[in-house]
């Protein structure tokens, strides 16, 4: 059975969805992950992940994504940065520990916080018709609240509007998670890296993203970036000894998933599930192969 990304969606919060774990799994199998999108990424949401209001679960893919500027509440974090920002409402470009700080707070916003997002997002539109900010916090905000497909248009224009932002292309790829758009997730996951390469969620993110495309060995090396990054990602570390277990890599997935037991004692179920206990109980589940399933994203990380 598949199950789905379990998204800190809180980006997106990667928008915190970033993205939950699946195989053959039941729902109550999934990992461990609370990354948000992308609080999307869908990846172990993305607890972040996710600016898909998922968005994630991201994570979970876990999948996630956060926010420019979101400082006490939505309407005077959009009016802020609309009004020195300029004529194309170009924000500044948060540095990792930044942007990873604004995606908590996303992730603790409420249904009607986003409401009002977007509502202010539609005002200061009115009268700076090409403010990069707004569009992202108005894609944001229907990401939050899971209009994946209405959001993509303000992410397209966030984008034209301010093409080096990594925050519009991280939640982007958080909202495409849980839309399963997992190729087009990989790609606005590499845009966010390519401007922002010290952001240890995007590195998540994509590899939730490969995951859920059965890229098992190439999700390794994106979760083992984000770990040279943070050493404490736990996220990091269960979805990659997860994926070392689809390709037998037994020793090798449970060194990581002990590592993200320590970490997260929640962990310690996927540590069962996929490689048994040190006293030599075997797995719950056996690796995912191509025809038994794949790894599914959790709305996180939004």
């Not at 998204?7 to 969805?17: K, S, T, V, Y």
């Not at 199998?29 to 209001?53: F, H, I, Y």
Request: aromatic share 8%; proline share 5%.
């Amino acid at each position: 059975m598949k199950s789905r990304f379990r998204f800190p969606l809180a980006a997106l919060g990667l928008l915190a969805f970033l993205t939950n774990c699946a195989t053959t799994v039941t729902e109550k199998e999934k990992p461990s992950n609370t990354s948000q999108l992308m609080t999307v990424p869908e990846a172990t949401g993305a607890r972040r992940p996710d600016s898909t209001g998922a968005a994630t679960s991201a994570p979970d893919a876990r999948t996630t994504g956060e926010a420019n500027g979101i400082a006490a509440t939505p309407a005077t974090a959009v009016a802020s940065e609309a009004a020195t920002a300029g004529t194309t409402g170009a924000p500044e470009i948060l540095s990792a520990a930044a942007a990873s700080a604004e995606r908590e707070k996303e992730k603790k916003m409420t249904a009607l916080d986003y409401r009002n997002m977007l509502a202010n997002a539609d005002a200061i539109l009115k009268v700076e018709p090409k403010s990069s900010t707004a569009y992202l916090q108005r894609a944001k905000a229907k990401s939050y609240l899971k209009n994946y497909a209405e959001a993509l248009p303000d992410y397209a224009a966030a984008i034209r509007y301010q093409r080096d932002n990594p925050d519009a292309y991280y939640n982007r790829g958080v909202n495409r998670l849980m839309m399963k758009q997992y190729k087009a997730a990989v790609t606005d996951f590499s845009g966010a890296i390519k401007y922002r390469p010290e952001d240890k969620e995007s590195y998540f993110g994509r590899g939730v993203a490969k995951m859920q495309s059965y890229q098992y060995k190439s999700a390794v090396g994106d979760f083992t970036k984000a770990i040279q990054l943070d050493s404490t990602y736990a996220d990091a570390w269960e979805y990659r000894g997860i994926s070392y277990s689809s390709f037998d890599k037994l020793s090798e997935a449970r060194r990581d998933l002990e590592k993200a037991a320590q970490l997260n004692p929640e962990a310690a179920k996927s540590l069962k599930r996929y490689v048994g206990t040190d006293e030599g109980h075997t797995p719950i589940k056996t690796p995912v192969s191509r025809t038994t399933g794949g790894y599914h994203p959790k709305p996180g990380q939004h």
